[in-house]
């Protein structure tokens, strides 16, 4: 009996464990498609007028505001052309840098409406990828920082916190398929604590590292069973519990060393009664199990 019931652990422990998705997906970088300005740069058709522009040497600008002291300033449109490709912005110039509201629209299809201070965005702000992604919320000195909200094209969604344009800090990432991931992020990866839901019903909850399962967690199954204990790059290894909540079967357990998500070295069996048999597994095979 012992060994049919182990033998069907060994599956129930690998199905499930290895499906978690990279949980901060691709990030397509930050916004910089709209004005990334970094030089001062001769205005088109005016002698003496600079705007805060960019490094490209194949960038073209024209203004159609005013020039006051030698910089662009006040209401009006910059047009910045390069290799055939236009963007177009539309907003308030202060001696030659964007301040406050901007209304883009940028190269390869890309887009802002928001808030700039000193020729930066900072502030709140919208900013949709060429891709389809959309970005909205805070900014600061032109990287998307604070709290907002990314949504894929695809529908995938992540909303949280941005440091860097990366995610960093808390945030839940939503794929379109029901998966989802809630926690924490460092440098636009997943580590620290978190929970991840699959969309079959199955959880885990604990330590992440890397956007791997690492540390000390808890993986409930849909199917009826849980497992506690340590993991490492996605797999269970070291020690934990492994607990079944299937009928006929619930509160049985196998308390012991885990290798690869298999049963390996020494452990023990618990009967709900609390009956207790030490058994040995090698690579998920019983070695000792009485008959």
Same mark, same amino acid.
């Given at each position: 009996?012992?060994?049919?019931?182990?033998?069907?652990?060994?599956?129930?422990?690998?199905?499930?464990?290895?499906?978690?998705?990279?949980?901060?997906?691709?990030?397509?970088?930050?916004?910089?498609?709209?004005?990334?300005?970094?030089? /001062?740069?001769?205005?088109?058709?005016?002698?003496?007028?600079?705007?805060?522009?960019?490094?490209?040497?194949?960038?073209?600008?024209?203004?159609?505001?005013?020039?006051?002291?030698?910089?662009?300033?006040?209401?009006?449109?910059?047009?910045?052309?390069?290799?055939?490709?236009?963007?177009?912005?539309?907003?308030?110039?202060?001696?030659?840098?964007?301040?406050?509201?901007?209304?883009?629209?940028?190269?390869?299809?890309?887009?802002?409406?928001?808030?700039?201070?000193?020729?930066?965005?900072?502030?709140?702000?919208?900013?949709?990828?060429?891709?389809?992604?959309?970005?909205?919320?805070?900014?600061?000195?032109?990287?998307?920082?604070?709290?907002?909200?990314?949504?894929?094209?695809?529908?995938? @969604?992540?909303?949280?916190?941005?440091?860097?344009?990366?995610?960093?800090? @808390?945030?839940?990432?939503?794929?379109?398929?029901?998966?989802?991931?809630?926690?924490?992020?460092?440098?636009?990866?997943?580590?620290?604590? $978190?929970?991840?839901?699959?969309?079959?019903?199955?959880?885990?909850?604990?330590?992440?590292?890397?956007?791997?399962?690492?540390?000390?967690?808890?993986?409930?199954?849909?199917?009826?069973?849980?497992?506690? $204990?340590?993991?490492?790059?996605?797999?269970?290894?070291?020690?934990?519990?492994?607990? /079944?909540?299937?009928?006929? &079967?619930?509160?049985?357990? &196998?308390?012991?060393?885990?290798?690869?998500?298999?049963?390996?070295?020494?452990?023990?069996?618990?009967?709900?009664?609390?009956?207790?048999?030490?058994?040995?597994?090698?690579?998920?095979? /019983?070695?000792?199990?009485?008959?």
């Amino acid at each position: 009996m012992l060994k049919t019931v182990w033998g069907l652990l060994a599956v129930l422990v690998i199905v499930g464990v290895f499906a978690m998705r990279t949980a901060s997906s691709v990030i397509e970088g930050n916004p910089t498609a709209v004005a990334s300005y970094h030089q /001062w740069v001769r205005l088109g058709g005016r002698t003496n007028c600079f705007v805060w522009g960019s490094v490209d040497s194949t960038a073209r600008y024209s203004w159609s505001g005013a020039c006051i002291s030698g910089k662009a300033h006040g209401e009006g449109v910059l047009v910045e052309t390069r290799r055939g490709d236009s963007a177009r912005i539309k907003g308030t110039l202060k001696k030659g840098k964007f301040h406050g509201h901007v209304d883009a629209a940028g190269f390869d299809g890309a887009s802002f409406v928001g808030e700039y201070r000193n020729g930066l965005k900072n502030g709140h702000g919208i900013f949709t990828f060429p891709s389809g992604n959309r970005y909205e919320g805070e900014f600061k000195d032109g990287n998307m920082n604070g709290q907002g909200v990314l949504i894929f094209a695809e529908g995938h @969604r992540y909303d949280g916190a941005w440091k860097n344009g990366k995610q960093h800090g @808390r945030g839940r990432m939503t794929w379109n398929d029901g998966d989802q991931y809630a926690g924490q992020y460092k440098d636009g990866v997943v580590n620290g604590l $978190g929970t991840y839901f699959f969309a079959d019903g199955d959880r885990y909850d604990g330590d992440f590292k890397n956007d791997a399962k690492h540390g000390t967690g808890t993986f409930h199954s849909a199917d009826g069973y849980t497992y506690e $204990g340590d993991w490492q790059n996605d797999q269970i290894a070291g020690r934990g519990t492994f607990t /079944w909540r299937t009928a006929g &079967w619930e509160g049985h357990q &196998w308390k012991g060393e885990f290798v690869d998500s298999k049963q390996h070295g020494d452990g023990t069996w618990i009967s709900p009664d609390g009956q207790k048999v030490a058994l040995q597994a090698h690579e998920g095979e /019983w070695v000792n199990c009485p008959a």
